[in-house]
């Protein structure tokens, strides 16, 4: 183990030009630390968690890469599920605006920086994976006493860039570990599975901006071409490219001896300049062809396998075959409003009671898992109330505690260093004559739960820093996916609070136990389609979407369905275009029916007609279904 005076002594050499045992990705970082930052390897800095409000403005910022990347990250997250990694996914200015880990550790994630808010520039924090991945352009992994600043070295972080269309980088997924094996290169499989989660990311975005254009998809060998391309790039109808992954980029570069640090030596030219075909080619590289006679070559002789997709507007006229139609009416409660959900009459019974409880003032509790839809709930409980005031959210679990006080109650002009000149109104007196909606209350510091009691209580609000209270107006929704009672056992939540919160709840289910599971994935087709024809979903597909248990909710849902609406051709979403486990579990489900099938046929003594009564469908389906599983009475 290197003490904190050896990491010190070994910084100050390599700021000598003395020879050192690093990779000269650390040495250089630890130059720029000290020639271009004038960081103090001698200081130990704390994590710097930004506060609120500028995450909230990073955040907005990134939201569409957040939703795109969403399912890549949680695909990571449960590939290194049970090993204590945290997951971060990071602006281009080093602020993490998501983040996935374990909330048991939460204080500790929180204290070590690799936490939503956190700032990881090489300015702010030194060398670390984040920062010099952000300076670098490249998958790196900083380990341990690799950081530069004391504070961060019992980390290890292994972090790859995400590249916009572009060519310009956007943001860094970043896995780390609170303490880890000593070796670096035990990091070297995780480098591996972040910069594959990387190179999806970019191609369902590269995917999602592009619809009316060609798109050329590549790798070398054939076999994954179709399942799992290496890079991609976007084409005009004269053959211009418009966009590129950062493998479509380097592929593009290398063809014609540039440097993909400069993508506008890239962007704009014709095909042709890096690639041995021309735009009347693409017809002749689409899936109509085998996949092995789909060979190109590149202008610095490197041969590729290629994949072109036709531009998705002239492959509506496939419509037809449609297994479900968004636009169609699933039916479901007609309550005036937002709608809540299709046929299932506990949705139906939770829309009347909402607009019932809507209409009076009581304190509204929702419950429900993470991504089942509260906040959508609250607002339409909003909307339902007629209030003129705002809607109001905050999510006190993601608010560094010190933040929640001024936040929520505002403060007095002085109240405390930075504070701003005039004062600044809290969220609480800014929802007044509207509604406050209070997310993950759960996690509302016990001293805060007895300031808001005061408030709901008297309807008013003391600013920090003040002595007057302020008369508010407002209607509080609360919401989380914690068990309130539980956490009241605990003494984590006041008894008080939970009693004047808890007289109205409303119990949003889990998305597996919803009667109206096509209904949302109908609801949420529509939604993100721009086009007037929604896209539509295979029958396999549909299956294995009806059979995944959905953890995440209508929010996983939701992040499934718009990486497989960029990833699919011809407006029609395929098994192949859901995460590889879908397809797994639709293999499984497919595997139970054959053997249902032939359980119920040998009962039945192959009578065919006795097996579709037992079955419940016609004698066409079990006839074609036995040919389809290739199921013999002989083999019985
Ligand atoms: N009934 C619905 N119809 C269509 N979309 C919905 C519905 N309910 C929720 N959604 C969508 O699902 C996503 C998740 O919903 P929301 O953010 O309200 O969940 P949540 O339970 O508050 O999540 P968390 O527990 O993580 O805060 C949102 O994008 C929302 O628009």
Request: proline share 5%; with cysteine; aromatic share 6%.
């Amino acid at each position: 183990m290197t003490s904190h005076a050896e990491h010190i002594r070994e910084i100050e050499k390599a700021g000598l030009g003395l020879a050192i045992d690093r990779d000269s990705t650390v040495i250089k970082s630890w130059l720029r630390c000290l020639e271009q930052y004038h960081l103090d390897p001698t200081r130990a800095c704390e994590a710097f968690i930004v506060p609120a409000e500028r995450l909230r403005e990073h955040r907005q910022q990134s939201e569409d890469l957040i939703r795109i990347a969403r399912s890549g990250l949680e695909h990571l997250f449960n590939q290194v599920a049970g090993q204590n990694y945290v997951l971060l996914l990071s602006d281009r200015e080093g602020v993490a605006v998501e983040f996935l880990g374990d909330p048991s550790f939460d204080n500790h994630l929180r204290k070590a920086g690799l936490y939503l808010g956190a700032e990881w520039s090489e300015a702010r924090a030194g060398t670390c994976a984040v920062g010099a991945c952000i300076e670098t352009g490249e998958a790196l992994t900083i380990h341990q006493t690799d950081h530069f600043d004391n504070t961060h070295t019992p980390l290890s972080c292994t972090a790859a860039p995400i590249y916009d269309t572009q060519g310009e980088l956007c943001a860094v997924v970043d896995i780390s570990l609170l303490s880890s094996p000593i070796l670096k290169t035990s990091q070297n499989l995780a480098r591996h599975l972040v910069s594959a989660t990387v190179r999806r990311i970019e191609l369902a975005n590269l995917m999602a901006q592009t619809r009316h254009e060609w798109v050329l998809r590549f790798a070398r060998s054939p076999e994954f071409l179709d399942v799992d391309p290496e890079a991609a790039i976007s084409l005009d109808g004269s053959g211009r490219v418009l966009g590129m992954t950062h493998g479509g980029a380097a592929i593009l570069a290398r063809a014609c001896g540039a440097d993909w640090r400069n993508p506008q030596a890239l962007i704009g030219q014709p095909i042709s300049q890096f690639l041995d075909m021309d735009v009347d080619d693409l017809a002749n590289l689409t899936r109509r062809r085998p996949t092995r006679d789909r060979m190109i070559f590149a202008r610095d002789g490197n041969a590729l396998f290629a994949h072109a997709i036709e531009p998705q507007m002239q492959a509506h006229v496939r419509r037809k075959s449609l297994l479900i139609s968004p636009v169609q009416d699933l039916g479901g409660p007609k309550v005036r409003g937002r709608e809540l959900g299709g046929a299932d009459p506990d949705i139906a019974a939770l829309q009347l009671k909402m607009a019932k409880l809507a209409r009076t003032r009581l304190p509204i509790l929702i419950q429900g898992e993470t991504g089942t839809g509260k906040e959508y709930l609250a607002h339409a409980v909003h909307e339902a109330s007629g209030l003129k005031g705002q809607f109001v959210a905050i999510n006190c679990a993601a608010i560094p505690e010190q933040l929640i006080e001024s936040e929520l109650f505002g403060y007095v002009p002085g109240a405390f260093t930075g504070a701003a000149l005039k004062g600044r109104k809290g969220l609480i007196e800014q929802a007044d004559g509207g509604t406050l909606f209070l997310d993950e209350i759960g996690d509302m510091p016990l001293t805060l739960q007895s300031r808001l009691l005061r408030v709901l209580a008297e309807q008013e609000v003391m600013p920090v820093g003040g002595v007057e209270p302020r008369k508010v107006n407002i209607r509080v929704v609360s919401a989380s996916h914690r068990s309130l009672p539980s956490l009241v056992e605990q003494g984590r939540f006041r008894e008080d609070l939970f009693y004047r919160l808890n007289t109205a709840v409303l119990r949003l289910p889990p998305l597996r136990d919803r009667a109206d599971f096509d209904w949302v994935v109908a609801r949420i087709l529509a939604r993100h389609s721009d086009h007037a024809v929604a896209p539509v979903i295979s029958p396999a597909a549909m299956m294995a979407l009806r059979a995944h248990p959905w953890p995440g909710n209508i929010r996983e849902l939701e992040n499934v369905l718009a990486v497989a609406v960029a990833l699919s051709e011809g407006g029609t979403i395929e098994l192949g275009d859901l995460p590889d486990d879908f397809c797994d579990n639709a293999v499984r489900q497919d595997e139970n029916q054959g053997q249902t099938l032939h359980a119920t046929l040998k009962a039945c003594n192959w009578n065919v007609s006795e097996a579709a009564r037992q079955l419940g469908v016609d004698r066409s389906t079990v006839h074609r279904q036995i040919k389809r599983y290739q199921l013999k009475s002989s083999s019985l």
